[in-house]
């Protein structure tokens, strides 16, 4: 059979699709590997996480309708917090902006109560009064509502800042109180996601008393009344040239307040003193939290690494926001798929 002009169109316009489906597979493979964590947005440091739509399997990362899912995504987690006033900052800039904010909602809804007080609206036919009355109070209500809960929250956390008196200091061996407070701390704070750390208070209490062994560190965040806020324990190896950062715990409702950032940064100047060089450190993912869970870690291991996902709100991230990096990996270190991250950072 002799190939009309016809086929020949036909063949070529499948090889031509074929060679632009493989183009775009090699295209999305490489965009997901070199793409990286964006910071487009001015408030991200202020949630926890990301939530990764762009870069999760399949994608480029560069989507129109990704971007605007993931920037949905965001706007709902902010506007969860303010419902809930469980937004938390420790910027004074950015509480003083959110005040501009809820002041310029509630002068629109002023705006609009003073429209309502116009002669003229009262003067026109029935349903024009009626539609402009319904739309001006809900404006009201709306505008108010807005700028009501973004006060509410920037109180809260000026109150919060207001009666920061947090003292860090070395967990005393004969302070029987605070060293049950502390083991508390950990049966309280790692049961939801590390429930096999610490079960049992008894537990906690024997890691406690390998905490305050000779050599080590332990330091302790009390507020004014002295109630333990949280603790840190450092660990020397190589000689004392590295130190293993072990726990650090806050308090549940006393996280997301810094205390936690205060605690590495003071340990941090303690290694220094001590003449340390480098903090290590393990996170364990227990709980699903992060994309190296449940996958085969012994192949293309730091590509796993350079494009791990936060899940469930895994520390991980926040120890990158202080400078740690992702060193390493033990694969099923806690169970087949649940494996220890390993993060360092130079001090010395």
């Known amino acids: 059979m002799i190939p009309t002009t016809r ?8 090889v031509q699709s074929r060679r632009r489906q493989r183009n775009r597979l090699a295209y999305m493979a490489r965009a997901q590997r070199s793409f990286r964590e964006p910071r487009e947005f001015w408030f991200t440091p202020a949630l926890p996480g990301w939530p990764g739509w762009r870069i999760r399997p399949g994608r480029s990362g560069y989507d129109p309708i990704d971007y605007q899912l993931e920037f949905a995504h965001i ?21 003083l ?3 501009i904010m809820a002041l310029a909602f509630l002068t629109s809804g002023l705006f609009a109560l003073y429209a309502l007080m116009n002669p003229v609206v009262w003067d026109l036919p029935y349903p024009y009064t009626r539609w402009l009355v319904l739309g001006n109070v809900g404006v009201v209500l709306l505008y108010g509502l807005i700028g009501v809960f973004i006060l509410i929250n920037v109180a809260f956390n000026v109150r919060i800042l207001m009666e920061s008196t947090l003292t860090i ?9 605070a060293i049950e407070q502390c083991a508390a701390l950990l049966v309280e704070s790692f049961k939801e996601h590390w429930p096999e750390a610490w079960p049992e208070i008894e537990d906690a209490r024997k890691e406690m008393q390998e905490a305050l062994a000779e050599g080590k560190i332990c330091r302790i965040a009390t507020d004014s009344s002295g ?7 450092g660990i020397p190896q190589y000689d004392g040239l590295v130190w293993e950062l072990h726990p650090l715990v806050v308090k549940p409702e006393s996280q997301q307040q810094g205390i936690g950032r205060q605690l590495v940064q003071d340990f941090e100047q303690q290694v220094l003193k001590r003449g340390g060089l480098t903090i290590t450190l393990g996170s364990d993912d227990d709980d699903q939290m992060t994309s190296l869970s449940n996958v085969n870690l012994y192949e293309n291991t730091w590509e796993k690494i350079q ?4 899940l469930k709100g895994h520390p991980y991230e926040f120890y990158q926001k202080l400078g740690y990096v992702i060193t390493g990996v033990v694969p099923d270190a806690n169970g087949r798929g649940r494996p220890d991250i390993i993060m360092s950072k130079r001090v010395g």
């Open 307 to 310: 494009d791990i996902r936060n």
């Open 97 to 99: 902006m959110l005040t």
């Open 7 to 14: 086929h020949k169109f036909k063949l070529a316009r499948r």
């Open 169 to 177: 200091t070395d967990l005393d061996a004969q302070s029987s109180a």
């Open 227 to 233: 109630n333990v806020l949280g603790w840190i324990g």
């Open 75 to 95: 706007q709902g987690v902010l506007v969860r917090k303010f419902i809930t006033f469980k937004f938390r900052s420790q910027s004074w800039l950015f509480l």
